[in-house]
């Protein structure tokens, strides 16, 4: 199975795809998909959907795993997110991947133990769990992680993952 994860932002859309072969979990390809303070809000939304359509094209991932939207004080900001993430999703939708969305804090359980895990340990399990060399940037490293987060989901341990 090959699951491409995704932890979106206007400026700094993380993305991570990861192999699974039984328990083994190997980091295909991650990165970031940076878009300038400057550029307007469709031109970024434009690169991040044509990217993640791209990634998807690379790499056939068998679904996508994302980031689902919580509360947050500043309701420009919760828009602008969530228009990222609706560029994602439309790019993993017309390629007919199922995609699913795990919560912060239940991405954050599944690969540090601890939902309230600082981002700093969030990149060092993620390394440590995939055997990387070394510490993956924090946008990366959270789309690795949503990407194990949803690996862990297809387990019993961690049922009723819920597509969007």
């Known amino acids: ?13 993380g993305y991570g795809v990861l192999e699974v072969s039984g328990s083994r979990l190997r980091p295909l390809a ?11 809000v469709s031109a970024c939304l434009v690169k991040i959907h044509s990217t993640i359509a791209a990634l998807i094209e690379a790499w056939h991932p068998d679904c996508l ?23 994602v999703i439309v790019a993993g939708a017309q390629a007919g991947k199922d995609i699913f969305e795990y919560e912060p804090r239940r991405v954050k359980m599944s690969v540090c133990g601890n939902g309230m895990a600082e ?12 055997s ?10 959270d ?14 341990v961690f049922a009723q993952d819920k597509k969007v």
């Open 30 to 40: 991650f990165g970031n998909i940076p878009n300038a303070p400057g550029l307007p």
């Open 119 to 130: 981002k700093t340990q969030v990149q060092r399990m993620v390394k440590t769990l995939l």
């Open 1 to 13: 199975m090959i699951v491409l994860g995704v932890d979106t932002s206007l400026r700094s859309t």
């Open 143 to 156: 789309a690795l992680a949503l990407a194990i987060c949803h690996v862990h989901a297809q387990s019993a």
């Open 65 to 87: 795993s994302v980031e689902k939207v919580i509360y947050g004080k500043n309701a420009n900001t919760m828009m602008v997110l969530g228009e990222a993430r609706g560029a």
């Open 132 to 141: 990387m060399p070394e510490v993956p940037q924090n946008d990366a490293a």
